[in-house]
T-cell receptor, first 108, second 115 residues
Framework: GQQVQQSPTSLVLQEGENAELQCNFSTSLNSMQWFYQRPGGSLVSVFYNPSGTKQSGRLTSTTVIKERRSSLHISSSQITDSGTYLCAMEGMGYKLTFGTGTSLLVDP | EAAVTQSPRNKVTVTGGNVTLSCRQTNSHNYMYWYRQDTGHGLRLIHYSYGAGNLQIGDVPDGYKATRTTQEDFFLLLELASPSQTSLYFC??????????????FGHGTKLSVL
C-alpha cells in the first residue's frame, strides 16, 4: 500500500533558525498537502502543492512528483511555529494517506 | 473558509457500548472522511464517502460502520466499542476538482475513551 515517510521525527530550533522538513512517498502520487497541528488540536491545511514550489510568508513547499518527495521550509522560525507538521499524499481514489508527522519545538 | 463541525468533543463509554460520532460540513463538499489519530500511527482512514448514501471502505474499517445521510452529514458508528478504539477521531471534507482547490478541511476532533 501507499506509504509516507516523514523526517525528521522531531526537531528543536532556537527562535530565528530555519528548518527543512522532508516527506517521501512510496508510490506515485497525484497531489500532496502539508498540514499543521497544535498538540491535541485540529489540523489546518498549510499547503496544497501537487507540484513545484509554493510560498506563503515564511513557509515554502517544494514538491517533485517524479522523485516522489516534498519538502517544507520554515524560515526565521518563531515560537508560534511549534507543533506537528504532517504531510499527506493522494495516490488514487480521492483520499489522503498521512505521514506520522514532524514534531517541531521552537525555543526562545 | 470551510467549516466542519464534530460532536461530541469528548466521549467516554464502556467496553461493548454503542457510540455515534457526528460530523456536519457546510460547504457542499462532495467527499467526507473519518480518520483516527494515534501516537506512532499518524492519521489512518476509517471510512469515506463521495455523496449521500455512498460509503467507501478505508484502511482501518474493522469495528466501525459509517453512514452519509445527506450531503452535509456523515456519522461514524461503533456498535460494540472496545478499548482499542480509544483514540482521537477526526472528520474532514474536500471538494476534489482537478486543478483547483483540493484541500482537506478538518473538524476539531472527538476524543473517545473506551473503558
Amino acid at each position: 500500500g501507499q506509504q509516507v515517510q516523514q523526517s525528521p521525527t522531531s526537531l528543536v530550533l532556537q527562535e530565528g533558525e530555519n528548518a527543512e522538513l522532508q516527506c517521501n512517498f512510496s508510490t506515485s502520487l497525484n497531489s500532496m498537502q502539508w498540514f499543521y497541528q497544535r498538540p491535541g488540536g485540529s489540523l489546518v491545511s498549510v499547503f496544497y502543492n501537487p507540484s513545484g514550489t509554493k510560498q506563503s510568508g515564511r513557509l515554502t513547499s517544494t514538491t517533485v512528483i517524479k522523485e516522489r518527495r516534498s519538502s517544507l521550509h520554515i524560515s526565521s522560525s518563531q515560537i508560534t511555529d511549534s507543533g506537528t507538521y504532517l504531510c499527506a499524499m493522494e495516490g488514487m481514489g480521492y483520499k489522503l494517506t498521512f505521514g506520522t508527522g514532524t514534531s517541531l519545538l521552537v525555543d526562545p | 473558509e470551510a467549516a466542519v463541525t464534530q460532536s461530541p468533543r469528548n466521549k467516554v463509554t464502556v467496553t461493548g457500548g454503542n457510540v455515534t460520532l457526528s460530523c456536519r460540513q457546510t460547504n457542499s463538499h462532495n467527499y467526507m472522511y473519518w480518520y483516527r489519530q494515534d501516537t506512532g500511527h499518524g492519521l489512518r482512514l476509517i471510512h469515506y464517502s463521495y455523496g449521500a448514501g455512498n460509503l467507501q471502505i478505508g484502511d482501518v474499517p474493522d469495528g466501525y460502520k459509517a453512514t452519509r445521510t445527506t450531503q452535509e452529514d456523515f456519522f461514524l458508528l461503533l456498535e460494540l466499542a472496545s478499548p482499542s478504539q480509544t483514540s482521537l477521531y477526526f472528520c474532514a471534507s474536500s471538494e476534489w476538482d482537478r486543478g483547483r482547490d483540493e484541500r482537506l478541511f478538518f473538524g476539531h476532533g472527538t476524543k473517545l475513551s473506551v473503558l
